[in-house]
């Protein structure tokens, strides 16, 4: 496996979020058999020492960007390792930084959570988050985009804990307080000043603080004359441990929230920072956690009453933890280590994927003129299109290539025996085995919720389930619909998705992805 270079910091002001997101995608690259290299301005011992505890090589910066002297340094670093991914984890690495890495000729994931740069210059694009799907982002036309929580990075310590099932008591009482690694406002103080005022029997509570948190003597003074008991530790090692605990937790809306929700731990959220807001209310309408907003706006009486309402919900605790634990399942770090090997395979250029590679077409609707179009733009020879209605039709004359209207028409057999390979996409006909039979490398098929839903109205079907989890795969055609070897399937949460037609506006843009890698598939393999 190819080297993993990450490039990512960590501070009070930045908190230490970035960087323990990415040392779980790290863990997983370890443990599939890859290398990684660190490279940070994170100064914090206690987070530099985990790293040194997985045995990654580990290099220190004396300032980020946009100091000059952290490019010079990474640069010399990267020229080390040619065949390296890079990896790019903040929102201070600009669209600069990024051309930068690309000039180098190294490939490149940058891991985002708010889309606030003009433009992306990255092969992969990941947003771990609830909200991604309904972010706009501007990026290269080859960038593969990872969005929403079936990426969401998980440590190696929560895995272990996959399958777990927590304990719901009538009435809370072991209350968990994470406010970030860094918390510099210290609304630490403000929880357990709240947690105190709360009259609940056997109410007791752990406050976790980071190595970067300035305020631990105070925090450890309040801890120590508070009526209510509170244990404060620092530097900890086993989250997943202390959220298992648990009964409820009161975190910032940062990336622990995927942590919170993968082993079902309610939550209530503080936002502590811009980029936590979208993940506050996203997750607060999802019924999976419950929103205060922004910490310095809530005092400690309404917060007090906030977290007793929590300890007393047995309803809602019930309801949130099962609809959680279904929206993170723990495989995030795998799907993405998944669409890093798959990159690395794709040798091409996207834009020349089917270059000469000479293709009949079957298609209808907006899915069909989307791969048209998608065929076309990757160099593929349109020998012909069979189109089942009048948006294919029209398109296939724009791109000044002959239209059928149906296979059995005898000019469509030629076509097909002179062709590579046969492509459908929302095709209205069984093909024969005999016709299959004639491209050099045979039929593909492009169909929604493969996984799950073959056949006919895949999305009917799954929106009538209540599924959340939507898909665009890519099969080898049989004379069996939608049955054959499954080349390639992308997944999209479509959890706030509610019509057919807004779940196939979210799957539009994975047909081009999915059909893409498929034709390079499909030659490679041939």
Same mark, same amino acid.
């Given at each position: 496996? /190819?080297?993993?270079?990450?490039?990512?910091?960590?501070?009070?002001?930045?908190?230490?979020?970035?960087?323990?997101?990415?040392?779980?995608?790290?863990?997983?690259?370890?443990?599939?058999?890859?290398?990684?290299?660190?490279?940070?301005?994170?100064?914090?011992?206690?987070?530099?020492?985990?790293?040194?505890?997985?045995?990654?090589?580990?290099?220190?910066?004396?300032?980020?960007?946009?100091?000059?002297?952290?490019?010079?340094?990474?640069?010399?670093?990267?020229?080390?390792?040619?065949?390296?991914?890079?990896?790019?984890?903040?929102?201070?690495?600009?669209?600069?930084?990024?051309?930068?890495?690309?000039?180098?000729?190294?490939?490149?994931?940058?891991?985002?959570?708010?889309?606030?740069?003009?433009?992306?210059?990255?092969?992969?694009?990941?947003?771990?988050?609830?909200?991604?799907?309904?972010?706009?982002?501007?990026?290269?036309?080859?960038?593969?985009?990872?969005?929403?929580?079936?990426?969401?990075?998980?440590?190696?310590?929560?895995?272990?804990?996959?399958?777990?099932?927590?304990?719901?008591?009538?009435?809370?009482?072991?209350?968990?307080?994470?406010?970030?690694?860094?918390?510099?406002?210290?609304?630490?103080?403000?929880?357990?000043?709240?947690?105190?005022?709360?009259?609940?029997?056997?109410?007791?509570?752990?406050?976790?603080?980071?190595?970067?948190?300035?305020?631990?003597?105070?925090?450890?003074?309040?801890?120590?004359?508070?009526?209510?008991?509170?244990?404060?530790?620092?530097?900890?090692?086993?989250?997943? /441990?202390?959220?298992?605990?648990?009964?409820?937790?009161?975190?910032?809306?940062?990336?622990?929230?995927?942590?919170?929700?993968?082993?079902?731990?309610?939550?209530?959220?503080?936002?502590?920072?811009?980029?936590?807001?979208?993940?506050?209310?996203?997750?607060?309408?999802?019924?999976?956690?419950?929103?205060?907003?922004?910490?310095?706006?809530?005092?400690?009486?309404?917060?007090?009453?906030?977290?007793?309402?929590?300890?007393?919900?047995?309803?809602?605790?019930?309801?949130?933890?099962?609809?959680?634990?279904?929206?993170?399942?723990?495989?995030?770090?795998?799907?993405?280590?998944?669409?890093?090997?798959?990159?690395?395979?794709?040798?091409?250029?996207?834009?020349?994927?089917?270059?000469?590679?000479?293709?009949?077409?079957?298609?209808?609707?907006?899915?069909?003129?989307?791969?048209?179009?998608?065929?076309?733009?990757?160099?593929?020879?349109?020998?012909?299109?069979?189109?089942?209605?009048?948006?294919?039709?029209?398109?296939?004359?724009?791109?000044?290539?002959?239209?059928?209207?149906?296979?059995?028409?005898?000019?469509?057999?030629?076509?097909?025996?002179?062709?590579?390979?046969?492509?459908?996409?929302?095709?209205?006909?069984?093909?024969?085995?005999?016709?299959?039979?004639?491209?050099?490398?045979?039929?593909?098929?492009?169909?929604?919720?493969?996984?799950?839903?073959?056949?006919?109205?895949?999305?009917?079907?799954?929106?009538?389930?209540?599924?959340?989890?939507?898909?665009?795969?890519?099969?080898?055609?049989?004379?069996?619909?939608?049955?054959?070897?499954?080349?390639? /399937?992308?997944?999209?949460?479509?959890?706030?998705?509610?019509?057919?037609?807004?779940?196939?506006?979210?799957?539009?843009?994975?047909?081009?992805?999915?059909?893409?890698?498929?034709?390079?598939?499909?030659?490679?393999?041939?």
């Amino acid at each position: 496996m /190819e080297r993993l270079i990450i490039r990512v910091d960590a501070s009070t002001r930045l908190g230490t979020g970035h960087l323990m997101r990415c040392l779980a995608l790290a863990q997983g690259w370890k443990d599939a058999g890859g290398e990684v290299n660190f490279i940070t301005a994170c100064q914090e011992e206690g987070l530099l020492q985990q790293l040194r505890e997985e045995e990654f090589d580990t290099h220190i910066l004396a300032e980020p960007h946009p100091d000059a002297s952290d490019w010079d340094h990474t640069r010399d670093i990267l020229a080390a390792y040619p065949d390296a991914w890079v990896v790019l984890d903040g929102y201070h690495f600009d669209e600069a930084y990024q051309q930068q890495v690309r000039e180098t000729k190294h490939r490149l994931l940058v891991i985002d959570d708010v889309a606030h740069l003009k433009h992306y210059y990255a092969d992969i694009l990941l947003n771990q988050n609830l909200h991604a799907e309904q972010l706009r982002y501007s990026c290269e036309p080859y960038t593969h985009l990872l969005l929403g929580t079936h990426y969401a990075l998980l440590r190696r310590q929560f895995l272990a804990w996959k399958g777990w099932k927590c304990e719901i008591p009538e009435v809370a009482r072991r209350v968990l307080v994470t406010l970030g690694g860094g918390d510099p406002a210290n609304h630490t103080l403000k929880v357990i000043q709240a947690l105190q005022r709360i009259d609940i029997a056997g109410l007791e509570a752990t406050v976790v603080i980071g190595a970067s948190n300035p305020h631990d003597d105070e925090l450890e003074a309040a801890t120590r004359q508070s009526p209510v008991p509170i244990r404060l530790v620092r530097n900890v090692r086993d989250m997943a /441990e202390l959220m298992a605990w648990a009964d409820v937790a009161v975190a910032a809306a940062g990336s622990t929230v995927w942590e919170l929700l993968f082993l079902g731990t309610p939550t209530l959220l503080l936002v502590s920072a811009d980029n936590q807001e979208m993940i506050a209310r996203s997750v607060d309408s999802q019924g999976v956690g419950k929103s205060l907003g922004w910490a310095k706006n809530i005092s400690v009486e309404p917060l007090a009453k906030a977290i007793a309402s929590l300890l007393k919900d047995l309803d809602w605790r019930i309801k949130a933890v099962e609809k959680a634990q279904q929206m993170v399942d723990g495989q995030g770090a795998q799907r993405v280590i998944d669409a890093i090997k798959e990159a690395t395979s794709n040798k091409l250029p996207p834009t020349t994927l089917g270059e000469s590679l000479r293709v009949v077409f079957l298609g209808s609707k907006q899915a069909g003129c989307i791969g048209l179009l998608t065929l076309a733009a990757a160099g593929c020879k349109i020998q012909g299109v069979i189109a089942y209605d009048d948006t294919v039709q029209k398109l296939a004359g724009m791109l000044h290539t002959s239209a059928f209207s149906s296979l059995k028409q005898p000019e469509v057999q030629k076509l097909l025996s002179q062709s590579d390979l046969l492509v459908s996409v929302h095709g209205r006909e069984i093909v024969p085995k005999n016709f299959l039979e004639l491209p050099r490398f045979g039929g593909i098929n492009v169909h929604p919720c493969l996984y799950r839903y073959k056949g006919s109205r895949p999305i009917d079907r799954l929106l009538q389930d209540g599924c959340t989890q939507a898909s665009v795969g890519v099969h080898r055609m049989t004379e069996t619909v939608d049955e054959g070897e499954v080349l390639v /399937e992308e997944f999209v949460d479509v959890t706030e998705k509610h019509s057919v037609e807004e779940v196939y506006n979210v799957l539009y843009p994975f047909y081009a992805l999915a059909l893409l890698t498929a034709i390079h598939k499909v030659r490679k393999e041939r």
